[in-house]
């Protein structure tokens, strides 16, 4: 028996995912080749973060090598006009191809000849994995009988490269250290700039174990964060504020993390002082850009987003690390232990009720926007003809 591969699919940590709604069957390309992976007579669904995939090649009559092509079905001028191979690697005079399908969101066609073989995926990009139940029968999960399908371990097995740089002995002495999952999986490993620690170690089994022996994969499914805190032990920190970012408390550390590493710092997927927050807060797109008429926070170029917020949970409302009129006088000192007199005369600055923001107290952000405005100071209207003012003092 065949048995369906995809190097992303069957990462062993939580975001990299690949989900084939599809049972397994082989297809021959006449008596020379036969597709490993992906195998399909319809469309295939992945979703994962990375936009890549697997094509594995079993090809018995080296003769075939030569003629042996993946093309893209373009959609545009750029795409290459024929994937090259990632590596051949031969055993028993068998030889395995191995290519990477670069993938872009939507329908992603490829035709192998000879044969006119057509392979189609529907690629869907993920940073969650709430909403994907890995758990549906209809599933097919490389993993779901064994690490390593009898297929795949002529080849991957337990012995790492000689070029994997890796100090083996003091490796192997935590029960997680999973040397299989490296020849496969070397990209999670190697290819990020921050890499979370169970994944530059290859402990994959320590997120990834399915009960108590090292005999099945699992991809996390749910409340990720059960997962993370049995390491990162600040739970009752994070969960008691009053205040918890979105992420935070559907309990997906993945949707900012990436559970096995990225290229910037703490593996997040951009970078974490401004380009990461606005992934999600597209209102605040325009303050994290130097537009000209536009007056952004100067903070925001500097410390960034979280300069005033706390990524995770806080006791104060919006997740800063203040209350509003103590964080802004920690920076504009001028303003430090003035309850009123601005900006002119008598004028309050706290221990009031704001009267455009119902419920809410009299602060700095009353007449300033924190992020940005149109106008000068961060005002929330332009100062000349009274336009801030009257917001309040309608007479």
């Keep these: ?21 599809l049972s397994p069957f082989n297809i021959g390309l006449g008596n020379a080749y036969t597709i490993l992976s992906p195998v399909s007579t319809q469309k295939i669904k992945i979703q994962a973060r990375r936009p890549q995939s697997t094509l594995i090649i079993k090809l018995e009559d080296k003769e ?3 003629r042996l092509e993946v093309i893209p079905v373009k959609r545009n001028a750029e795409e290459a006009l024929v994937i090259a191979p990632s590596g051949v690697f031969t055993n028993n005079d068998v030889s395995y191809i191995h290519f990477f399908l670069p993938l872009k969101k939507g329908n992603n066609n490829f035709v192998i000849n000879p044969g006119n073989e057509k392979l189609n995926i529907l690629y869907q990009p993920v940073r969650t994995l709430l909403k994907v139940d890995f758990e549906d029968p209809k599933a097919f999960l490389f993993h779901r009988t064994a690490v390593i399908p009898k297929e795949c371990d002529l080849c991957h ?3 790492l490269p000689d070029d994997a740089g890796l100090d083996v002995g003091r490796l192997q002495k935590n029960a997680d250290y999973s040397p299989e999952c490296f020849s496969c999986h070397r990209q999670l490993h190697s290819e990020n700039e921050w890499s979370h620690g169970p ?11 399915k009960g108590s022996e090292n005999t099945k994969i699992t991809i996390l499914t749910g409340r990720v964060d059960e997962v993370c805190f049995q390491c990162h032990t600040n739970k009752v920190k994070v969960m008691d504020q009053r205040h918890v970012h979105g992420p935070v408390g559907t309990g997906d550390c993945t949707i900012c993390h990436d559970p096995h590493g990225d290229a910037y710092k703490y593996q997040l997927w951009a970078d974490g002082k401004i380009d990461l927050c606005v992934g999600c807060h597209g209102d605040k797109q325009k303050a994290s850009k130097k537009a000209i008429g536009f007056h952004p926070h100067g903070i925001l170029f500097g410390g960034g987003c979280v300069a005033c917020h706390d990524p995770h949970s806080s006791d104060n409302r919006f997740q800063l690390y203040k209350p509003i009129n103590d964080l802004c006088v920690s920076c504009h000192l001028s303003l430090n232990g003035v309850e009123k007199g601005h900006p002119v005369g008598n004028h309050p ?6 009267p455009l923001r119902k419920g809410r107290d009299l602060s700095c952000t009353s007449c300033h926007n924190p992020h940005g405005t149109s106008f000068r100071y961060l005002l929330i209207g332009d100062i000349l003809g009274g336009h801030v003012c009257n917001k309040c003092h309608k007479n």
């Excluded at 028996?1 to 709604?21: D, E, G, K, P, Q």
């Excluded at 994944?199 to 174990?209: D, E, F, L, Q």
């Excluded at 600055?349 to 704001?354: A, E, Q, S, T």
Aim: with cysteine; net charge positive.
């Design 199 to 209: 994944s530059a170690n290859i402990y994959c089994m320590s997120c990834h174990r």
């Design 64 to 66: 075939e090598l030569a």
């Design 349 to 354: 600055i706290k221990n009031r009720l704001d």
């Design 1 to 21: 028996m065949l048995y369906v591969f995809n190097r992303h699919f069957i990462s062993i940590t939580a975001i990299t995912i690949l989900s084939f709604f």
């Design 157 to 159: 097995g337990e012995q």
